[in-house]
């Protein structure tokens, strides 16, 4: 089964408007990485949260971890289409050992 | 500098056919790790080494073994391809062991398989 499920699947949105993709776990995370993807390409590293209640931001992305550590969003403010992509949610999970488990991903279309 | 790569970018063969992905990181890492990405862009783990170790492999068929000859490298050979073995295959390469979280997992830029 799907550890994590992320929300939605797919968004396309008017170039300036802000976005919001969550990231839900049904078990305590011990870590949690955001992820971008270009359209065929490799995956870029966006941010990593550890700590309950934590945020980071870089630039016009900001992340956030619930306090009970089974939840994060990633927030885009007034989008651009070089936002545009995949992103992925990634989760160390202490069932999981050492990997890391996948969201679903979620598509983003940003329309000039 | 690229810190992960992987080489073929892009890979087109028949099945049946024995064929090998190989990656390298120059970041001084200790665990690396391969990832196999799904038509619907579905990102799973399929093995993980440290220090040349096997620390996990994740229900993979006989026909796919890792090799890491060092640390900087993991290489994939994968036998007898099947038409299912199509995805796009991700190297990345950690500090350590992911273990609780802790270290970032850094991706290569994927090989793209397409058996026919």
């Known amino acids: 089964s799907q550890e994590l499920e992320q929300s939605p699947q797919s968004l396309i949105v008017q170039e300036g408007k802000n976005l919001t993709i969550n990231c839900t776990s049904s078990?305590?995370?011990?870590?949690l990485y955001w992820y971008k993807q270009k359209y065929g390409e490799g995956l870029i590293f966006l941010m990593m949260?550890?700590?309950?209640?934590e945020e980071k931001s870089h630039e016009k992305i900001t992340a956030k971890l619930d306090e009970k550590k089974q939840q994060s969003s990633l927030h885009i403010t007034a989008s651009q289409p070089s936002h545009a992509g995949i992103y992925l949610c990634g989760a160390a999970q202490k069932s999981s050992g050492d990997k890391l488990t996948f969201g679903t991903g979620t598509r983003l279309a940003v329309r000039p | 500098d690229t810190a992960v790569s992987q080489t073929p970018k892009y890979l087109v063969t028949q099945m049946g056919n024995d064929k090998s992905i190989k990656c390298e990181q120059n970041?001084?890492?200790?665990?690396m790790y391969w990832y196999k990405q799904d038509s619907k862009k579905f990102l799973k783990i399929m093995f993980s080494?440290?220090?040349?170790?096997?620390?996990i492999n994740e229900t993979v068929p006989n026909r796919f073994s890792p090799k890491s000859p060092d640390k900087a490298h993991l290489n994939l050979h994968i036998n007898s391809l099947e038409l299912g073995d199509s995805a796009v295959y991700f190297c990345?390469?950690?500090?350590?062991?992911?273990?609780?979280?802790?270290?970032?997992?850094?991706f290569g830029p994927g090989t793209r398989l397409t058996v026919l």
């Open positions: 080494y440290n220090n040349k170790e096997l620390i």
């Open positions: 078990k305590t995370l011990y870590g």
């Open positions: 949260l550890q700590k309950g209640g």
């Open positions: 970041l001084g890492h200790d665990t």
């Open positions: 990345a390469s950690s500090l350590r062991l992911a273990g609780h979280g802790t270290d970032t997992q850094y």
